[in-house]
């Protein structure tokens, strides 16, 4: 049987059998792997599912999940404290070339340097993924959803008080302490704010699409496998940019801080103490009570461009012109020797010497100030070759 005919009959590719055959290869089978080939396969489907939800793992993230899997099976290994170290990583990359390590891009300089290129290609690639899965979910506001957090200070800052004029002291009562409780919160494009568990509220109607940031909580493989299986794809909004296309930032903790910091005030006038712990929910709900209202979500919604789909609304918004008038910013021109007057540079010295001119006794200073230093051609000379 020729080579080819044996790939085809056995389906086996081409080039190992010709590998085998030629003793580039060796014949004996592979060591058995400490996971299944079912476990390593259902690792990748998770690093490519997550990758394109902007979620992309690290070779750390990958050997924590290993170590997850096998700590919770409460099997003992070849590996320290179950976690693989670089020569199973390189045998799984082996195993699995429909994956590779690949250099992030640099997000530096946050929000200031978020583009109107790079949201727009982030809306592209969010709708041309999700049609691929429903091109109707995106016309479906019942089943897109937003959760995020936000900190509420069980002491906010006070208000401007009334007291008698020419008064020295005024104070104003509070808890007296810096902690802070993270709110979850939760809204659909249809307005509906989810109170209990996720998963059993929603509808019949799915997939669902939940936007969420780039929290690491957000995207283990446990809650991408849940998800999965309840028809809820979890999607990662554009790292910084949550000012923009965050829907719960563009209307609802606005309102609900301004809300909260009126509840406390209220709280601590109709009790006379200050909130704690104990009070922070009661004082919170009573806020959330006001606040939590459809017609809210939805314009949160609609200003992120998201429901009705609409990405000119964030493309041509106001809060971008920063980012615009950061990146097209003209190149900082360094000054030359030529601009202070100098012809020629003597050779550079590692220290700055200075002259301070003569004074009588009785002007001298132990630290003289910026007019009696003077700076020499030697000064100007270490400034010009930090410069280069």
């Given at each position: 049987?020729?080579?080819?005919?044996?790939?085809?009959?056995?389906?086996?590719?081409?080039?190992?059998?010709?590998?085998?055959?030629?003793?580039?290869?060796?014949?004996?089978?592979?060591?058995?792997?400490?996971?299944?080939?079912?476990?390593e396969k259902k690792l990748v489907d998770w690093l490519i599912e997550v990758s394109q939800?902007?979620?992309?793992?690290?070779?750390?993230?990958?050997?924590?999940?290993?170590?997850?899997?096998?700590?919770?099976?409460?099997?003992?290994?070849?590996?320290?404290?179950?976690?693989?170290?670089?020569?199973?990583?390189?045998?799984?990359?082996?195993?699995?070339?429909?994956?590779?390590?690949?250099?992030?891009?640099?997000?530096?300089?946050?929000?200031?340097?978020?583009?109107?290129?790079?949201?727009?290609?982030?809306?592209?690639?969010?709708?041309?993924?999700?049609?691929?899965?429903?091109?109707?979910?995106?016309?479906?506001?019942?089943r897109i959803f937003n959760a995020d957090e936000s900190g509420f200070n069980i002491c906010?800052?006070?208000?401007?008080?009334?007291?008698?004029?020419?008064?020295?002291?005024?104070?104003?009562?509070?808890?007296?302490?810096?902690?802070?409780?993270?709110?979850?919160?939760?809204?659909?494009?249809?307005?509906?704010?989810?109170?209990?568990?996720?998963?059993?509220?929603?509808?019949?109607?799915?997939?669902?699409?939940?936007?969420?940031?780039?929290?690491?909580?957000?995207?283990?493989?446990?809650?991408?496998?849940?998800?999965?299986?309840?028809?809820?794809?979890?999607?990662?909004?554009?790292?910084?940019?949550?000012?923009?296309?965050?829907?719960?930032?563009?209307?609802?903790?606005?309102?609900?801080?301004?809300?909260?910091?009126?509840?406390?005030?209220?709280?601590?006038?109709?009790?006379?103490?200050?909130?704690?712990?104990?009070?922070?929910?009661?004082?919170?709900?009573?806020?959330?009570?006001?606040?939590?209202?459809?017609?809210?979500?939805?314009?949160?919604?609609?200003?992120?461009?998201?429901?009705?789909?609409n990405p000119e609304v964030v493309l041509n918004s106001d809060k971008l012109k920063p980012?615009?008038?950061?990146?097209?910013?003209?190149?900082?021109?360094?000054?030359?020797?030529?601009?202070?007057?100098?012809?020629?540079?003597?050779?550079?010295?590692?220290?700055?010497?200075?002259?301070?001119?003569?004074?009588?006794?009785?002007?001298?200073?132990?630290?003289?100030?910026?007019?009696?230093?003077?700076?020499?051609?030697?000064?100007?000379?270490?400034?010009?070759?930090?410069?280069?």
């Open positions: 049987m020729s080579l080819n005919a044996a790939s085809k009959t056995f389906g086996i590719p081409y080039a190992t059998l010709g590998d085998k055959v030629r003793g580039r290869r060796p014949m004996q089978p592979a060591p058995k792997t400490v996971l299944s080939m079912e476990e939800r902007g979620f992309g793992r690290t070779k750390d993230d990958l050997k924590d999940m290993v170590k997850t899997i096998l700590d919770d099976r409460e099997e003992r290994t070849v590996f320290k404290n179950n976690r693989p170290g670089k020569d199973w990583m390189r045998a799984f990359f082996k195993r699995h070339p429909e994956i590779r390590e690949r250099i992030g891009q640099p997000l530096g300089r946050e929000r200031a340097i978020v583009t109107k290129d790079a949201l727009g290609e982030w809306f592209q690639q969010m709708k041309h993924y999700l049609d691929t899965i429903d091109p109707t979910l995106l016309t479906s506001p019942d906010p800052k006070t208000k401007r008080i009334i007291s008698m004029t020419g008064a020295k002291h005024v104070y104003s009562v509070t808890s007296g302490t810096r902690q802070q409780v993270t709110m979850l919160a939760c809204s659909s494009a249809m307005g509906h704010f989810l109170r209990d568990i996720f998963i059993p509220k929603l509808g019949e109607k799915r997939p669902v699409v939940l936007f969420v940031d780039g929290h690491s909580s957000h995207h283990s493989l446990a809650i991408s496998t849940l998800c999965n299986e309840n028809g809820v794809i979890l999607y990662c909004l554009k790292a910084h940019a949550s000012h923009l296309i965050q829907p719960l930032d563009q209307a609802f903790f606005g309102a609900i801080k301004l809300a909260w910091s009126e509840a406390v005030r209220k709280f601590q006038y109709q009790t006379g103490e200050s909130v704690t712990m104990c009070t922070f929910a009661r004082t919170l709900k009573k806020a959330w009570d006001t606040t939590a209202r459809p017609e809210l979500a939805y314009k949160g919604f609609v200003k992120s461009g998201i429901y009705p789909f980012s615009c008038s950061f990146s097209s910013a003209a190149p900082v021109t360094l000054p030359t020797s030529a601009s202070f007057g100098i012809t020629a540079l003597p050779a550079c010295t590692p220290t700055i010497s200075t002259s301070v001119p003569s004074a009588s006794p009785a002007a001298k200073s132990k630290f003289p100030g910026p007019e009696q230093r003077t700076p020499t051609l030697s000064a100007f000379s270490n400034i010009f070759e930090l410069m280069k």
